[in-house]
């Protein structure tokens, strides 16, 4: 079932098992998006599940929501920013990436070695890249949001964004090809 389909299923006939599609669909790219900005699986499930109980508690209005993947990504965000204050006093943690995969691997043993090679090094780069190129990187290619979505999310230009995603990018090459 399309999201806007599952919205209104919820909205008006209170579908609990459109809910659950819905939270599917979601959850597990909001939860690599919570460790990408808390680093601690535990506390972005809590984040997720509590965003998902509001959607549930407001369902009522959920016409009003103009775009859902967007608005999920900036719920969680504000809470895990919301969450980072609450620690304030203890030292943030540098924001990471973690693992994803960026190439097939082929079962050729030979290619099997390559395609674990470039991936090290791909991933590598990734994690060289200054933190919030590094973050936008991820979120467009790991989470399949577009430039705007990014900007919209982490509240910043779309030309920002553009130029993260530009240097980020041109080092991966740069450093794809040493």
């Known amino acids: 079932m399309i999201t806007h389909e599952l919205i209104h299923q919820i909205q008006f006939n209170d579908d609990e098992s459109a809910f659950n599609e819905l939270y599917k669909q979601y959850v597990v790219k909001l939860y690599q998006f919570t460790y990408s900005l808390l680093d601690d699986r535990e506390v972005g499930e809590e984040i997720v599940n509590d965003v998902f109980l509001k959607v549930w508690i407001g369902r009522k ?33 540098e924001i990471k990436v973690t693992e994803a995969y960026y190439f097939h691997l082929s ?72």
């Open 61 to 93: 209005k959920l016409d009003s929501i103009r775009n859902l993947h967007v608005y999920l990504y900036v719920a969680v965000k504000n809470a895990c920013l919301n969450h980072l204050r609450s620690i304030s006093s203890k030292k943030v943690r």
């Open 107 to 178: 079962v050729d043993p030979a290619q099997l070695l390559i395609g674990k090679e470039l991936k090290k090094k791909v991933v590598d780069a990734v994690n060289e890249l200054p933190p919030r190129c590094r973050l936008i990187f991820k979120m467009v290619k790991d989470d399949d949001l577009s430039c705007n979505e990014v900007a919209t999310i982490l509240g910043l230009s779309n030309k920002t964004v553009f130029a993260q995603l530009t240097i980020a990018l041109k080092k991966l090459d740069h450093a794809l090809r040493t």
